[in-house]
């Protein structure tokens, strides 16, 4: 998730297929990421509205909260040489996932910044990719900058005026969205990470993955835009255990399960080191292939950064528990003399012990 640009409200605002039904609804609309969205539902339509009582609702036992994310943008990369290039632009290990598997990853600048995070799943005869929709504009127009130079078999299809994109999370929410699924289909051996093709509703061409940015157990839903996701929606909100809920929920949902807010967290200038974000890079730690082979837009500038060995003073102690936040600065006395510090996660450097090889 993105935070909103502070022009937003400057620009004719884009509306998803749902704008008309959030205003139904009782949708507080606002300006974010270019688009009028809303920000929270009040009035007679809704079971629980208002940011708080939203959040909440999700946060139920057998409940499950649904958001409109269709301004996300979804891509899909097409060709043979489609892994190749995305791990051109990505830091994740594309290549490892199986068909159906996903991971969350980073889109690195030419510098080694923090472009955006991204969602990539391997859907088998494509790659399904969700962006960020403050940054998808500027996302594609730097996948093109090196599609223009690259010689392989490859093209981007960006699905703006084709799917609109859900999110149903909560621990209600297996239960709520089987009851849409053909019959037979188990979401028992769907895992967190994993999508698929299918059909919702009667409505063909969706896909469901099974991830989300609240801490809940959740699917983000591609449907075909237009009266299938308006159909979708209401079908899902006809159940007792579901509640439309607005972006200020996602925002405190999302703060609260500790996830980064790009724009806020995360920008240009913070390399996926600085921003203790080394895992998206794979298994295996300093060794994983990402790493070692650094072909990856701006690896080699932060790659470097990546020594076994912090170069820094450090310490341990015990503080009290007001002051155990990350980054809380703090005063450590040596020798009777006070230093400056700040309070940061342990261990400093990541563990580099022996593994059995799986």
């Given at each position: 998730m993105a935070a909103a640009s502070t022009d937003a409200a400057a620009e004719p605002l884009m509306k998803t297929s749902l704008n008309?039904?959030?205003?139904?609804?009782?949708?507080?609309?606002?300006?974010?990421a270019?688009?009028?969205?809303?920000?929270?539902?009040?009035?007679?339509?809704?079971?629980?509205?208002?940011?708080?009582?939203?959040?909440?609702?999700?946060?139920?036992?057998?409940?499950?909260?649904?958001?409109?994310?269709?301004?996300?943008?979804?891509?899909?990369?097409?060709?043979?040489?489609r892994v190749k290039f995305v791990e051109k632009m990505v830091v994740g290990?594309?290549?490892?996932?199986?068909?159906?598997?996903?991971?969350?990853?980073?889109?690195?600048?030419?510098?080694?910044?923090?472009?955006?995070?991204?969602?990539?799943?391997?859907?088998?005869?494509?790659?399904h990719m969700v962006v960020n929709g403050s940054m998808k504009f500027s996302d594609m127009a730097h996948f093109?900058?090196?599609?223009?130079?690259?010689?392989?078999?490859?093209?981007?299809?960006?699905?703006?005026?084709?799917?609109?994109?859900?999110?149903?999370?909560?621990?209600?929410?297996?239960?709520?969205?089987?009851k849409l699924l053909p019959e037979g289909f188990n979401l028992q051996t769907m895992a967190f990470m994993t999508g698929v093709d299918t059909t919702i509703d009667g409505i063909e061409n969706c896909r469901i993955t099974r991830c989300g940015y609240t801490g809940e157990d959740g699917f983000e839903i591609s449907i075909p835009a237009g009266i299938s996701t308006i159909q979708i929606a209401s079908k899902l909100c006809s159940d007792p255990n579901v509640n439309p809920t607005g972006l200020g929920a996602r925002d405190s949902l999302r703060l609260e399960a500790g996830l980064c807010l790009y724009g806020n967290d995360l920008n240009e200038t913070i390399n996926p080191i600085m921003g203790t974000l080394a895992w998206t890079l794979g298994k295996g730690g300093p060794k994983a292939r990402r790493r070692q082979e650094q072909d990856f837009t701006g690896a080699s500038t932060f790659l470097k950064e990546d020594v076994h060995c912090?170069?820094?003073?450090?310490?341990?102690g015990y503080i009290d528990?007001?002051?155990?936040?990350?980054?809380?600065?703090?005063k450590l006395k040596i020798r009777n003399k006070m230093i400056d510090a700040h309070v940061t996660k342990m261990p400093f450097v990541e563990s580099n012990y022996y593994r059995v090889p799986e």
């Open positions: 008309e039904w959030h205003k139904e609804l009782g949708g507080e609309m606002v300006p974010f270019g688009y009028e969205l809303p920000v929270l539902y009040k009035g007679d339509n809704v079971k629980n509205g208002g940011v708080m009582k939203e959040h909440l609702w999700c946060r139920s036992e057998g409940k499950a909260s649904l958001f409109d994310v269709s301004h996300m943008g979804q891509i899909r990369w097409h060709g043979k040489d290990d594309i290549q490892g996932l199986d068909t159906n598997h996903g991971c969350l990853s980073l889109i690195t600048n030419d510098q080694g910044g923090i472009k955006d995070d991204t969602v990539i799943v391997n859907a088998g005869d494509y790659i093109q900058k090196h599609l223009d130079d690259y010689e392989g078999d490859v093209t981007m299809e960006y699905l703006e005026d084709d799917m609109q994109l859900l999110a149903l999370q909560g621990s209600g929410a297996a239960d709520v969205i089987s912090l170069k820094k003073p450090i310490a341990m528990t007001i002051m155990s936040k990350n980054d809380t600065p703090i």
